[in-house]
């Protein structure tokens, strides 16, 4: 006699068992991660970390003439979409949401000044200085104070990040995050900060040597 459930295994297409198969083993994946996360199951699955990294070698030193005068804080949230062109986000796109601190410094290269940018009266109780503009440094970004608030990904995605480990998941963001950092610097007051500051260490330093007048004057 032929049991109910016999007759309904038979039923089941080939296909539809490749299926089920899939499933149960994304399924039992998918297990594995959340009971990593439970307490007592942390150390079973989790990772150790080992820095097994090499000395720093010095490459080469260069000698810096140029005062840093000024240092800015930015902070940006980048909002970051990827869509594929035929597929739905569910199956396939990612979304980055993150928050991006960094600074950006401003300084004036005293290293270019020749004998004509510096005039000094025969009493040596007057200066003239003739700088150039200040300029901007490349923003650095602080990986400390920079992180993704949140990260969405379809199906497709999240199954790729199973069985691959890339390290530059974040690159594209911390590039964007970089580039609007270095324009809000080029919108800010940094440049004209940095002079300021350039013209008070200048006429403090000339004030303490003797000098009663001092003037600095920025050009190209």
Known sequence: MTTPVKRLQGRIPGWAKVLIAVVVVLTVMFAGIRLSLLPGLREFFGTETKDRSGPALLKSIQDMSRYEAASGNFQVVVD????????????RGTRTLY???GTVDAYVDLGGL?????TVDGDRTSATLRLPHARLGKPALDPDRSYAVSKQRGLLDRLGDLFSDNPNSEQAVQKLAVKHIGEAAK???L??????????M?????HSLGFTEVKVTYGP
């Open 114 to 118: 020749g004998d004509d940018d510096v």
């Open 187 to 189: 919108d800010s007051e």
């Open 80 to 91: 970051l979409e990827k869509d594929a062109k035929y597929l739905p986000d569910a199956l």
């Open 191 to 200: 440049t004209s900060r940095a002079e300021t500051n350039t013209t008070d």
């Open 202 to 206: 200048l006429e403090g330093l000339l």
């Open 99 to 101: 928050v991006g601190a």
